[in-house]
């Protein structure tokens, strides 16, 4: 199996800045997307930003200019560094890594349990 544990959410007022974490482990053969998408009540899951394991990254609208992805392949993490946070990037986040656990079997996407980040005026 593959888990999925993020960390870094937490309260931050708006203009601040947070870091988040997502450690991939289990067993794991290689991982190519890693990303971060974000829910609210009530609305659907959207994307923040991915990355592939080549290095193209991928952004959502609401957050380009101001998010920055990045990952440690050596460590199976990614980061999502979130800088001028604004009240609407209040959701809960969560990572999300497309893995594969044998170098002859398919990718699996896998999730994170979630982690709240909280942006107050």
């Known amino acids: 199996q593959v888990q999925l544990v993020e960390s870094g959410g937490g309260l931050v007022q708006a203009g601040g800045s947070l870091r988040l974490s997502c450690a991939a482990s289990?067993?794991?053969?290689?991982?190519?997307?890693m990303g971060w998408y974000r829910q609210a009540p009530g609305k659907q899951r959207e994307l923040v930003a991915t990355?592939?394991?080549?290095?193209?990254?991928n952004y959502g609208d609401s957050v380009k200019g101001r998010f920055t992805i990045s990952r440690d392949n050596a460590k199976n993490t990614v980061y999502l560094q979130m800088n001028s946070l604004k009240p609407e990037d209040t959701p809960v986040y969560y990572c999300?890594?497309?893995?594969?656990?044998?170098?002859?079997?398919?990718?699996?996407?896998?999730w994170g349990q979630g982690t709240q980040v909280t942006v107050s005026t």
């Open positions: 999300n890594a497309g893995a594969r656990r044998t170098w002859y079997g398919g990718y699996s996407v896998y």
């Open positions: 289990g067993s794991i053969f290689d991982i190519n997307n």
């Open positions: 990355t592939r394991n080549g290095g193209n990254t």
